[in-house]
């Protein structure tokens, strides 16, 4: 599993124009599911990302965590990020470690219910659309997680 997690104070999420998702503040995650991820690795990062103390408490410092701050999560599933750039001498991206659309599916549906189960609020994107994803990131403050 791979992510991209980012802080933000409000992300839309469009389809063929039409709004589908948005959140006020909270984390935007960009998530790809890799061949051979399993069950407990979606369960393993459902539970880090709804307990990861990334937003501002009182006194400015990153010590509460989303079920905390009243967040919401927008999952986003992203194939491209289980992409590898090589080092041949082509430029195209190779997808072959991303997992395939049904078993993908399953486990991207799997860590949605997860966090559900951690108490937070999520919304999702459209599994497998082609996204228009507009945001208004905090701080800019991004994190790269693989699990």
Known sequence: ??????????????????T???IERGLTVFLAIVKGDSEEQADYFAKKLSNLRIFRDENGKMNLSIKQAGG????????SLAGTLGKG????????QAELPERAKLLYDRVTQK????????KNGVFGAHMFIEQQQDGPLSF????
């Open 115 to 122: 966090l559900v189960e951690e108490g937070v609020s999520v």
């Open 72 to 79: 919401e999560i927008l999952l986003v599933s992203q194939f």
């Open 144 to 147: 790269v997680f693989e699990c």
């Open 1 to 18: 599993m791979r992510a991209v997690i980012q802080r933000t104070f409000h992300t839309k999420l469009s389809v063929d124009g039409k």
């Open 89 to 96: 001498s082509g430029n195209r991206p190779d997808f072959g």
């Open 20 to 22: 589908v998702s948005e």
